[in-house]
């Protein structure tokens, strides 16, 4: 790649004189010169900088007396410098700076309102797929277990008579369900009487 650039790449450029353009027009039209080189010289003649390494290979193949002196050729001209161009970001590298800026913004708000907004992923109850499945399982097992000592327990008391057996199995299922009732609202409470903190620090700070 950097062969390539360096083929492509003009080397030293200057700008154009009077002096310059008028060497290149009678460079033009000398028939002691290839017309490579003819044709070379036209192209040049109506630019306003000129590359120097061709400059000085049209001079050297003139003959000398048709061709001015070097110094006095370029004297009032100048060196024209051209910034590198810029290299292209990948799309990827694009995207991954940007997803990078959107996170640090996230972040960066979340500092900012970390006083003000309470955070729900720890204080709000079965916030995550993870709890509301563990309560659903647990219910499941309380009410089952209700159900059996409930059923185990009538059993043994009326004389193993599957009627009264399955009556308390349901009134098992039942109890079973109004303790996990009574468990739910013992742990909603706690979790109310935790999020009111930041809006409490909410109102002092106003």
Known sequence: MGSDDQKHSPGLVISSTESIRSFLVLASKDPQLSPEIQEIAFSLSSLDNL???SIRNIWVASHPSTRPDL?????????????????EKSEELVARLRKLAERAERNEYR????????NYDANEPFSSYKDQLGFGLHVVVIMFTGYLVGYATFRALFSHSPIMSAAGGILGLVCGMLVETFLFIIRSSSWDAKSPAPASKLKKNQ
Not at 111 to 118: F, G, R
């Open 51 to 53: 590359p120097y390494k």
């Open 71 to 87: 110094i006095r050729l370029f004297s009032g001209s100048d060196f024209v410098f051209t910034s590198p161009k810029p290299r």
């Open 111 to 118: 500092e900012l309102v970390k006083d003000i907004v309470p």
